[in-house]
């Protein structure tokens, strides 16, 4: 079991930044895949980005490509995505992830919201 804690949400101008944390608890956490979704209003669920166990392999939706940078610290046991140049399109809950697959994760988040105004 791991239960997953988003943090560094907020409001920010278009062309701002902000850095996302998600804290993992539970065992096993260095085995897990982990990833960043975001849900805007009346929206499906999409993926921003993911990276494997090792950190070794990341890939970022092309909407964020460029702007966005997904990285784990495995002693901390927290995942970050680095927002930057980010556009009012960006706004979103976000949420993170894990899975013991990029195509399979199991647990869930429970969200952040990041607004970006224009």
């Known amino acids: 079991q791991v239960q997953l804690l988003e943090s560094g949400g907020g409001l920010v101008q278009a062309g701002g930044s902000l850095r996302l944390s998600c804290a993992a608890s539970?065992?096993?956490?260095?085995?897990?895949?982990m990833g960043w979704f975001r849900q805007a209003p009346g929206k499906e669920r999409e993926l921003v980005a993911q990276?494997?166990?090792?950190?070794?392999?990341?890939r970022v939706a092309d909407s964020v490509k460029g702007r966005f940078t997904i990285s784990r610290d495995l002693v901390k046991n927290t995942v970050y995505l680095q927002m930057n140049s980010l556009k009012p399109e960006d706004t979103a809950i976000y949420y993170c992830?894990?899975?013991?697959?990029?195509?399979?994760?199991?647990?869930w988040g429970q969200g952040t919201q990041v607004t970006v105004s224009s």
């Open positions: 990276i494997n166990w090792s950190g070794g392999y990341t």
């Open positions: 539970g065992r096993s956490f260095s085995s897990y895949a």
């Open positions: 992830a894990a899975g013991l697959g990029l195509s399979k994760m199991d647990y």
